[in-house]
């Protein structure tokens, strides 16, 4: 008799034990998701802010004026950053770009003009608000004119809205597979205590006092099954990392994406395993006692 209560003890165990792995699994593939998704957002931060506005300056402007000029238009707050160039590096870039050298045909004369190039948020990234923010640009009386590549910014925006939708769905997709094999574990672990389950009811054990024990293990169950998912999770995240730079976590746009991903699995983990572990007991409590077998 210990024997068999020793084996029905240990297949128990082993659908507790498959329940976690399977879910877990699961999780670990939304994970994956999710950091794939953040992942995307961080290069097209990064796509976006590459394109610049390159503002050229008026001739005869001294140093403090420039200096002024600059913190000005730091103060705006879609601008990500700025850089300076001078006439004398303006000279040295169409040098390295054109290998050409034009002090030759003019002697001594530089007839380049200072300019700054601006790099806006990821979020202002877009024609209109890049064709806004010229405008502003050109009301201040040291620039003369900009200059940006809407065309080449239309298409970048155009390409990473249209990719940033497939993903997302993708993502959808991938949550909602995820949800579906975690309640099928469950649903499947919850059959083989159809007759425990029976049997409490027979000897006048309340609805309430029945489900809570399953309950109670699922969602330790489930944090369990979050746990080991975001752990392999973040070793993976901390390996790419370390071996090619890859995310900057000082970012707390970054930052946030990877805190949404742990709250995420968790959530998702003791949500789905509470639902359906409760779901499958109230099942089988209403079953008449021929539909059990």
Same mark, same amino acid.
């Given at each position: ?23 877990? +699994?699961?999780?670990?593939?939304? *994970? ?10 961080? #290069? #097209? ?28 238009? #730091? ?36 007839? +380049? ?34 200059? /940006?590549?809407? /065309? ?10 249209? /990719? *940033? ?16 094999? $975690? ?35 699922? $969602? ?70 021929? #539909?059990?077998?």
């Amino acid at each position: 008799m210990s024997t068999q209560a020793g084996k029905s003890l240990q297949k128990k165990q082993t659908h507790y034990i498959n329940a976690i792995l399977i879910t877990a +699994l699961a999780l670990l593939m939304l *994970g994956i998701m999710s950091v794939l998704f953040l992942s995307f957002k961080y #290069e #097209e931060a990064n796509i976006k802010e590459d394109l610049v506005i390159s503002a050229y300056l008026k001739e005869g402007l001294t140093q403090p004026d420039i200096d002024k000029l600059l913190k000005r238009i #730091e103060n705006n707050e879609s601008v990500k950053s700025i850089r300076f160039i001078s006439k004398e590096e303006a000279m040295d870039i169409f040098k390295s770009k054109f290998n050409e050298d034009p002090s030759e045909i003019l002697e001594d004369v530089n007839p +380049l003009p200072a300019s700054m190039d601006i790099s806006l948020e990821a979020a202002a990234v877009n024609v209109d608000s890049i064709s806004a923010f010229r405008e502003k640009l050109q009301l201040y009386p040291e620039i003369t004119h900009t200059r /940006a590549n809407e /065309a080449l910014i239309s298409s970048v925006d155009t390409d990473l809205k249209v /990719a *940033g939708f497939i993903i997302a769905g993708i993502s959808i997709l991938f949550l909602v597979i995820a949800i579906a094999i $975690i309640d099928k574990t469950i649903r499947l672990s919850m059959y083989s205590n159809r007759f425990l389950v029976r049997s409490m009811q027979l000897v006048g054990a309340t609805r309430g006092f029945i489900t809570a024990p399953y309950v109670k293990r699922s $969602i330790v169950n489930g944090i369990i099954s979050a746990a080991i998912a975001l752990v392999v999770l973040f070793s993976a995240v901390l390996y790419i990392h370390g071996n090619y730079a890859y995310w900057d976590f000082s970012d707390p746009t970054i930052k946030r994406g990877f805190i949404f991903t742990a709250l995420m699995l968790f959530g998702v983990g003791i949500l789905i395993t509470w639902f359906s572990t409760r779901s499958s007991v109230h099942k089988y409590i209403k079953m008449k006692l021929d #539909e059990l077998y």
